[in-house]
């Protein structure tokens, strides 16, 4: 598949790889940014022809340090490399501006891409995510220690612990399937295992400090989205978010944890489309 070369500034080259589904020269062109340690694939191919459904062409990268792209070793990056990095994806596709999603870091990314690439933006949606401001969308003592405990040392450990993960802050029981869960995991493993990355990742989440008086600033089409039972972002990280935010717009969904179950792709992708439309 393509990729996107990019030189941020002293950040090093990458090389990012991205899929396209649907028209991405005729349609407007919905970006999609994952979280920490996420690859392109947890964007379920499925999930991406149900925005194309809905007239968009979509996007689908691998940050840096996850799946396909590159891998940065010891070199230290920050949020803002990353938001650089979706750019050179827009650019790679000549695509002058898009609707940009991000889900948790790839929220805080999407904040990034909103407060230094504005005119690259169509409107910008957050979800499961947090400003950075202290205080709001902080973890629980159980969700953190989730997320920190040290890697797998093998394939099926990584998947036991993500589907242990998945129990304390994950969307409600009923709506987990978990056979199917253990599939993706397993496909995630065998496509890419690099803890290096998220440590890496880690850091520029946490270097990054508050986005919040930057965003107060932006003119933007805005939409959170929040999960009702995170535990990992707790909902008051996306509900601060747009409240700093002018004229944001905020949807809870009632049953979601930190996560994005089939259940609520239809709810997910109806809240959303009818957004940009309103546009």
Not at 162 to 175: D, F, N, Q
Not at 197 to 209: K, L, W, Y
Not at 249 to 261: A, E, S
């Amino acid at each position: 598949m393509p990729v996107a070369i990019h030189s941020a500034g002293e950040s090093p080259a990458v090389e990012l790889y991205f899929e396209t589904f649907g028209s991405v020269t005729d349609d407007p062109v919905l970006l999609l940014i994952n979280g920490l340690g996420s690859q392109s694939i947890n964007y379920p191919q499925a999930w991406c022809e149900q925005f194309v459904a809905e007239g968009f062409g979509v996007i689908r990268f691998d940050n840096r340090d996850t799946g396909l792209s590159t891998k940065l070793d010891d070199q230290e990056y920050s949020l803002s490399d990353m938001a650089a990095d979706a750019v050179a994806v827009l650019d790679a596709n000549g695509i002058d501006a898009a609707h940009v999603m991000g889900l948790s870091m790839g929220g805080m990314i999407a904040q990034r891409m909103a407060i230094g690439h504005r005119d690259r933006l169509l409107s910008m949606t957050s979800v499961m995510s947090r400003t950075g401001e202290p205080g709001f969308g902080e973890s629980t003592d159980k969700a953190i220690g989730a997320l920190l405990r040290p890697p797998a040392t093998n394939r099926q450990e990584y998947i036991d612990g993500l589907i242990t993960s998945l129990g304390i802050y994950g969307s409600k029981p009923e709506w987990i399937d978990e056979e199917a869960m253990r599939e993706r995991f397993g496909e995630a493993f065998d496509r890419c295992f690099c803890p290096g990355g998220v440590a890496r990742q880690i850091h520029a989440i946490t270097s990054d400090g508050s986005r919040s008086e930057a965003l107060s600033q932006i003119d933007l089409p805005v939409l959170v989205m929040h999960g009702s039972r995170d535990t990992l972002v707790q909902p008051d990280g996306g509900k601060q978010t747009a409240a700093v935010i002018p004229n944001a717009k905020f949807v809870l969904i009632d049953g979601m944890g930190h996560d994005y179950p089939e259940a609520v792709w239809d709810r997910w992708v109806a809240e959303w489309s009818e957004f940009v439309g309103a546009i």
